[in-house]
């Protein structure tokens, strides 16, 4: 994560930041869009307040991995569409790369965890049929 990412929120902003790059590496989108769009990836638009949407993407945006500009061809009043920049389209392959190391690493510990949960299980399980 580059520095001054996340500073307040952590692992959760973490997430919140890599979808939101995702999603603009799929197309470029409003922030309204944006919120829909994070449903798929457990966000519920009813329960996520819009300006830290906002917010992040502002983060983003300082950070040099998002730029906005207003779509002054939107009916109504003008709205800011939102795209990912090359050094943003970089960042995410490398934080993807990142998430896929940190998925491995679970899994180890994961594994390590049952494989001794289980021996300790078949120890318990000898040890009650000698008490017998």
């Not at 952590?10 to 997430?15: A, I, M």
């Not at 993407?57 to 090359?86: C, F, H, K």
């Not at 970089?90 to 998925?103: G, K, N, P, S, V």
Request: net charge neutral; charged share 25%; proline share 3%.
């Amino acid at each position: 994560m580059p520095r001054g990412m996340g500073r307040c929120g952590g692992q959760k902003l973490f997430f919140l930041q890599s979808c939101l790059l995702l999603l603009l590496h799929r197309r470029s989108s409003y922030g309204y869009s944006l919120i829909e769009d994070l449903q798929e990836f457990g966000f519920s638009p009813g329960q996520m307040d819009i300006s830290i949407l906002y917010r992040t993407l502002r983060e983003l945006e300082m950070a040099e991995l998002v730029i906005s500009s207003w779509d002054e061809n939107s009916r109504g009043p003008q709205r800011r569409m939102y795209t990912i920049t090359p050094r943003g389209e970089e960042t995410l392959a490398q934080w993807i790369a990142a998430l896929r190391q940190r998925r491995q690493e679970i899994e180890r510990l994961e594994a390590a965890y049952l494989a001794t949960s289980r021996s300790e299980e078949h120890t318990s399980e000898l040890q009650s049929r000698q008490v017998i």
